[in-house]
């Protein structure tokens, strides 16, 4: 007998259907798995096996073949467990012929429990799009499922095999799952308050202007300036994730195997600090599976890499093509996968090796040419990218123990929803799709954006031949001012809009510093 039924694989960010074919014929009794199954996919056979066995049903002592199509796209993971043991069910006769509509997914346990698998939403939305009404999946994996449903799609939450046979058969329904509320407003609470960071108030500023416009910041200072501080606040002040970046941003997770199980769509801005030793495929992403790296998981939040000269120079250079482009493409010989990456990059460092470089009270002991060399671990390309560029001065005591608080994340935040609001009722127009803020404006988009006043130009002028800026540089100067007008209500770019943006420029602090 020949059974067939629906199931899902992942590929990249993407899901895509899968049939899952199976025939028992006479012969002697064998299981055969083909359709390019990788080592997770060919031992699903014993794991099926088993739970046929221990769920009550019979094995059949026959030849079975378990074709997975389409054959020229490689399977991966445990995904296929329960659609394998399904279609042999069906194909020996103890499980009527199951519709077309209805897809499976879920990893068996021995004794037919199901277990969580990663990548749910991305192939519940592919089942979705391809018009599936059922979707059985595992239980801790139905909250996310769900949102791919809506009314169309019904996914159905089951805990065993044992349980979805019951269902299909009219024995026992399931009750199907209901999307969880959606409201990434809550996440602020657990955010930390921008009140607790005293003093630096060119450092404060400086993060209203790249949660306003979506730009990237290094942060110079001594040990004990508040750089992290600062970073682990940003979050708290950026826009709530819209619907679409929440879907998004959960397809990451979900793939990566890090989303919480029973969780819906992620609702709070990703904030991920990895350690300076990490190499630069789990920055980037890949491995056998494609995995996305930290570059991936921070999009729609903030990616903070603290003591960036610590970084290998390999694992800095990864950053160019996301911080430029706002996706990563992932090559193996296996195949390639493309990942978002719209993150915004926060690095912290330190003037010197021994930190104390140019500090008012502790002596440096860094050699000019240690501390030149420090420095220049972080190439120019890199720093060329990065927007915002802070030097910290040490806290003094008053600061410290000042009467009057500082400015709390709810205020700070009202400043950037005024600015992003306006960036969001300017880029509504034609001919800016994708763009979302300043930052994320292309080359030709900047010259119809921002435009200055004459004073304003002439200033430009006189920095680009002066500093030796960079094309790239001039766009990114005027990204920055474009963010400053936008806080302050202006809608030409005027003089104090450019000296502000100047005065962060990375590159070319760096290099008047020796």
């Given at each position: 007998m020949y059974s067939v039924l629906k199931s899902y694989g992942l590929n990249g960010l993407n899901g895509f259907a899968v049939a899952v074919e199976a025939d028992v014929s006479g012969g002697l009794p064998a299981f055969s798995l083909v359709g390019l199954p990788d080592s997770a996919v060919r031992e699903s056979g014993d794991r099926v096996r088993a739970a046929v066995?221990?769920?009550?049903?019979?094995?059949?002592?026959?030849?079975?073949?378990?074709?997975?199509?389409?054959?020229?796209?490689?399977?991966?993971?445990?995904?296929?467990?329960?659609?394998?043991?399904?279609?042999?069910?069906?194909?020996?006769?103890?499980?009527?012929?199951l519709p077309a509509d209805t897809a499976f997914l879920g990893e068996l346990a021995l004794d037919g429990a199901l277990r969580p698998v990663s990548g749910v939403l991305p192939m519940a939305l592919a089942a979705a799009a391809d018009g599936i009404k059922a979707l059985y999946v595992p239980a801790e994996n139905a909250a996310e499922a769900a949102e791919a449903g809506g009314a169309a799609m019904k996914v159905y939450p089951a805990r065993t095999a044992r349980e979805v046979v019951d269902a299909l058969r009219g024995v026992a329904p399931i009750v199907p799952t209901v999307p969880l509320p959606f409201d990434p407003a809550d996440s602020w609470n657990s955010a930390p308050d921008f009140a607790d960071v005293m003093g630096q108030p060119l450092a404060r500023r400086a993060m209203v202007i790249a949660a306003a416009g979506g730009h990237n910041v290094l942060l110079i200072g001594a040990p004990g300036t508040g750089k992290s501080m600062l970073a682990k606040r940003l979050p708290g002040i950026l826009p709530p994730l819209s619907r679409d970046e929440a879907v998004e941003t959960t397809k990451i997770y979900s793939i990566a195997g890090q989303l919480p199980k029973g969780r819906g769509l992620i609702t709070s801005r990703p904030f991920r600090s990895p350690h300076h030793s990490a190499s630069a495929v789990s920055l980037a992403g890949g491995g056998a599976t494609f995995r996305p790296g930290e570059c991936s998981l921070a999009d729609c939040g903030v990616l903070f890499l603290d003591e960036l000269p610590e970084f290998s120079r390999e694992s800095l250079e990864v950053l160019r093509q996301p911080l430029e482009d706002g996706q990563i493409t992932v090559s193996r010989a296996a195949g390639s996968a493309t990942y978002p990456s719209r993150f915004q990059l926060?690095?912290?460092?330190?003037?010197?090796?021994?930190?104390?470089?140019?500090?008012?009270?502790?002596?440096?002991?860094?050699?000019?040419?240690?501390?030149?060399?420090?420095?220049?671990?972080?190439?120019?390309?890199?720093?060329?990218?990065?927007?915002?560029?802070?030097?910290?001065?040490?806290?003094?005591?008053?600061?410290?123990?000042?009467?009057?608080?500082?400015?709390?994340?709810?205020?700070?935040?009202?400043?950037?929803?005024r600015a992003r609001q306006v960036q969001a009722k300017r880029y509504a127009a034609p001919g800016y799709e994708g763009v979302r803020c300043n930052a994320q404006l292309t080359a030709g988009q900047v010259r119809r954006v921002c435009r200055m006043t004459p004073g304003a130009e002439q200033l430009l002028r006189t920095s680009y031949d002066t500093l030796g800026l960079s094309a790239r540089a001039h766009d990114r100067i005027l990204r920055v001012a474009r963010t400053v007008a936008d806080l302050a209500g202006k809608a030409l770019l005027d003089e104090d809009a450019l000296l502000e943006a100047l005065q962060y420029r990375a590159q070319e602090k760096a290099e008047l510093t020796f």
């Open positions: 066995k221990n769920l009550g049903f019979k094995w059949p002592d026959r030849h079975i073949t378990v074709n997975l199509a389409p054959a020229d796209v490689r399977k991966t993971g445990p995904v296929y467990d329960l659609p394998l043991l399904l279609a042999v069910l069906a194909s020996s006769g103890q499980l009527e012929e926060v690095a912290a460092m330190n003037p010197c090796k021994c930190g104390y470089y140019g500090h008012p009270t502790h002596p440096c002991t860094c050699s000019p040419s240690a501390v030149r060399q420090y420095r220049s671990r972080v190439s120019g390309p890199l720093l060329d990218r990065i927007d915002l560029c802070v030097e910290m001065d040490p806290i003094a005591f008053d600061e410290l123990h000042a009467a009057s608080p500082s400015e709390s994340s709810a205020a700070l935040r009202q400043q950037v929803l």
